[in-house]
């Protein structure tokens, strides 16, 4: 069915996910709870919870973009140099001008045209 090298990569997979989504939803509710103690410590309900989950959730988002970022440089650099990568390899193509043509009398299209 699968060899063991496979079934390997999907678990890891799925553990790195289930991990992340823990770490999504738990971060901000801890800060919050402490955000919470600070405010029945001081009598400012609710400014250091709301400040506090919201810093979790920059934290987390800043965290995953900067994984995500360093994750895709080590894959490019993998990447043989002659094989396009980044932007360049899923540019759109050029675009065509559509406009009649007025020997033939049908649409056709003109490259190079503005």
Avoid at 14 to 26: L, N, P
Avoid at 59 to 85: C, H, N, S
């Amino acid at each position: 069915m699968f060899d063991l090298a496979t079934r390997r990569k999907i678990n890891k997979g799925f553990s790195d996910g289930f991990t992340r989504a823990v770490e999504i939803v738990v971060t901000p509710v801890l800060l919050g709870f402490l955000g919470s103690l600070v405010d029945g410590w001081l009598g400012t309900r609710p400014g250091f919870t709301i400040g506090f989950a919201a810093f979790g959730v920059c934290g987390i988002f800043a965290k995953l973009w900067l994984g995500y970022d360093r994750d895709m440089q080590i894959e490019e650099a993998a990447v043989p140099a002659g094989r396009p990568t980044g932007r360049t390899a899923n540019a759109a193509p050029a675009p065509v001008d559509m406009r009649l043509d007025p020997g033939i009398g049908a649409t056709r299209p003109h490259e190079g045209t503005a």
